[in-house]
Antibody, heavy 119, light 107 residues
Framework: EVQLVESGGTLVQPGGSLRLSCGGSGFPFNTYWMNWVRQAPGKGLEWVANTVQDGSQKYYVDSVKGRFTISRDNAKNSVYLQMNSLRVEDTAVYYC????????????WGQGTTVIVSS | DVQMTQSPPFVSASVGDRVTITCRASQDVSTWVAWYQQMPGKAPKLLMFATSNLQTGVPSRFSGSGSGTEFTLTISGLQAEDFGTYYCQQGDSYPLTFGGGTKVDVK
């Protein structure tokens, strides 16, 4: 079964750091772009970052540039999101999702992991 | 950044109705638009990619059209299981952006 499973979400104080993980199974992980998409409570979807198959290219939404870092370990079939200098507005459910190519949409999504930034 | 503007924000329709959701891009995105359905508390599900290509397993009552800046998702013959929020997303340029969503309620 093709599957993505996120982990690492928790309650963290403003200014803190957190690393989210996403493990893939049932498909050739190293042939897909990997994305992180978030959804604040009661709000719509916001793409956060993605990385190419070998991790050599990475793209971010402006609001997280310099604070978040996406990385991947194809040997472990995993993608990560290192989040530093967290803000209250980063509170959201974070999903990882795969794409064959960026313009073709994200065809498999994880169940999401919840990050709450609050004092 | 490309802004994706969806309309209407809310649709209430009966089983069997035809429902059309529109997405306008603030600049030309060619045909690089995808559509997703999200049910409450669940992850989004890809319905359509590259404007009009039906994702595997998605019923044929869903169809997509458009190019440039105007795109539509049509549900021909709404079913009870089609409730949820629908989002468009452009994949033409970074940052990737989503529309604000259209909530579909089945009467």
């Amino acid at each position: 079964e093709v599957q993505l499973v996120e982990s690492g979400g928790t309650l963290v104080q403003p200014g803190g750091s957190l690393r989210l993980s996403c493990g893939g199974s049932g498909f050739p992980f190293n042939t897909y772009w990997m994305n992180w998409v978030r959804q604040a409570p009661g709000k719509g979807l916001e793409w956060v970052a993605n990385t190419v198959q070998d991790g050599s290219q990475k793209y971010y939404v402006d609001s997280v540039k310099g604070r978040f870092t996406i990385s991947r370990d194809n040997a472990k079939n995993s993608v990560y999101l290192q989040m530093n200098s967290l803000r209250v507005e980063d509170t959201a459910v974070y999903y990882c999702a795969r794409s064959q190519m960026t313009p073709y949409g994200m065809d498999v999504w994880g169940q999401g992991t919840t990050v709450i930034v609050s004092s | 950044d490309v802004q994706m503007t969806q309309s209407p924000p809310f649709v209430s329709a009966s089983v069997g109705d035809r429902v059309t959701i529109t997405c306008r891009a603030s600049q030309d995105v060619s045909t690089w638009v995808a559509w997703y359905q999200q049910m409450p508390g669940k992850a989004p599900k890809l319905l359509m990619f590259a404007t009009s290509n039906l994702q595997t397993g998605v019923p044929s009552r869903f169809s997509g059209s458009g190019s440039g800046t105007e795109f539509t998702l049509t549900i021909s013959g709404l079913q009870a299981e089609d409730f949820g929020t629908y989002y468009c997303q452009q994949g033409d340029s970074y940052p990737l952006t989503f529309g604000g969503g259209t909530k579909v309620d089945v009467k």
